[in-house]
C-alpha cells in the first residue's frame, strides 16, 4: 500500500469519527428539548391601536393609529417615524427567559415601584425598572411577573419627544393635487 492510499484510509477513518460523534450528540436520547419561554406581552390578534409612553421627569408620548399609519398626539402632534414605531411594536415579539413573580421581589429597590417608565400599548402595561449591574438586562414587568430582557427599548423611549415626528422630507403623506 502506499502512502497515497494510506492517507486516503487515515482521512476516510477521521471523517467516519467526526460523523459518529456528531450523531451521537444530536441523538442524545438524555438530551431535552429547550424550552421556549412565552412572549412577554401577549397581543390579541387585533392590531395595537394606541401607544402611550409615561416617563418619570419627562413629558408623557401618545400615539395612535390612523388610516393604517401612526400620529403622535401628545406632547407634539404630527406624523410618528414608521421605524421607530415599529421599534417600540418589537416589544410583542420579545422572549425573556428569566421570570419572577412580582410580589416575592422588592420592586422599590428595582425601580419598578414606582417605574422609572411606563410603556401602554392599548390596554397593556410593561412597566421598565432598573438594569442588572453584572450584564445589563433590565427588570420589566407585565401584571404579575417580573421579566429580565435585554435592554434595548428603554433608551429610545426615554428619547426626545421630537425625534419620534417624520421630517417633512420623509413625510408619508402625498402631496396635494395641484389646483387648476
Not at 413573580?101 to 425601580?111: N, V
Not at 392599548?122 to 421598565?128: A, G, Q, T
Not at 433590565?138 to 434595548?152: F, I, K, S
Amino acid at each position: 500500500m502506499n502512502v497515497l492510499m494510506r492517507r486516503r484510509w487515515i482521512n476516510l477513518g477521521l471523517l467516519g469519527l467526526a460523523v459518529g460523534l456528531a450523531a451521537l450528540t444530536w441523538f442524545d436520547p438524555g438530551r431535552e428539548l429547550p424550552v421556549i419561554p412565552p412572549l412577554l406581552v401577549m397581543v390579541a390578534t387585533d392590531p395595537i391601536e394606541r401607544i402611550e409612553v409615561l416617563r418619570a421627569d419627562q413629558e408623557a408620548l401618545a400615539f395612535e393609529r390612523r388610516e393604517g399609519r401612526w400620529r403622535m398626539t401628545a406632547p407634539h402632534s404630527g406624523w410618528a417615524n414608521p421605524v421607530l414605531i415599529n421599534r417600540v411594536l418589537e416589544v410583542t415579539t420579545v422572549r425573556c427567559p428569566l421570570q419572577y413573580p412580582a410580589a416575592e421581589l422588592d420592586r422599590p429597590a428595582l425601580y419598578l415601584e414606582p417605574p422609572r417608565l411606563r410603556l401602554r400599548l392599548d390596554d397593556r402595561e410593561i412597566r421598565f425598572g432598573a438594569t442588572t449591574p453584572t450584564d445589563g438586562l433590565r427588570y420589566l414587568q407585565v401584571g404579575a411577573t417580573v421579566h429580565l430582557c435585554p435592554d434595548r427599548l428603554y433608551p429610545l423611549l426615554t428619547s426626545v419627544a421630537a425625534g419620534f415626528l417624520t421630517s417633512t422630507i420623509e413625510s408619508p403623506e402625498p402631496p396635494a393635487p395641484k389646483a387648476e
